[in-house]
């Protein structure tokens, strides 16, 4: 069983900077596709980034060009830096795996295409 546990959450102002973690226990990132998911309070959650095991990486169109998806496989760690934040970025984030034996190249924006969810870390963007 793969437990992920997710850092780096806080509050920040408009257009401020956080980079959020995620790593956990059994988590081999080299053979996982990964995502980051979101929920605003009110909302349902939605897929923010996606990088798939073989490296192709996805963004909802709200994002793209603030944030960065990456992953260390030395580390076993994935990544999100968020920058320029707006305050409607404000939600909690939630890492997501999934182990990918097939269709390695595929990424995945989708809360079905995961397994494995990591608890949360809250997001906060002040105007």
């Known amino acids: 069983q793969v437990q992920l546990v997710e850092s780096g959450g806080g509050s920040v102002q408009a257009g401020g900077s956080l980079r959020l973690s995620c790593t956990g226990s059994r988590l081999t990132t080299a053979n996982h596709c990964m995502g980051w998911f979101r929920q605003a309070p009110g909302k349902e959650r939605e897929g923010v980034a996606a990088i798939a095991r073989d490296g192709p990486i996805t963004y909802v169109d709200s994002v793209k060009g603030r944030f960065t998806i990456s992953k260390d496989n030395d580390k076993n760690t994935l990544y999100l830096q968020m920058d320029s934040l707006k305050p409607e970025d404000t939600a909690m984030y939630y890492c997501?795996?999934?182990?990918?034996?097939?269709?390695?190249?595929?990424?995945?924006?989708?809360?079905?295409?995961?397994?494995?969810w990591g608890q949360g870390t809250q997001v906060t963007v002040s105007s």
């Open positions: 997501a795996s999934t182990r990918c034996l097939t269709d390695r190249s595929r990424v995945r924006l989708s809360e079905n295409d995961y397994t494995y």
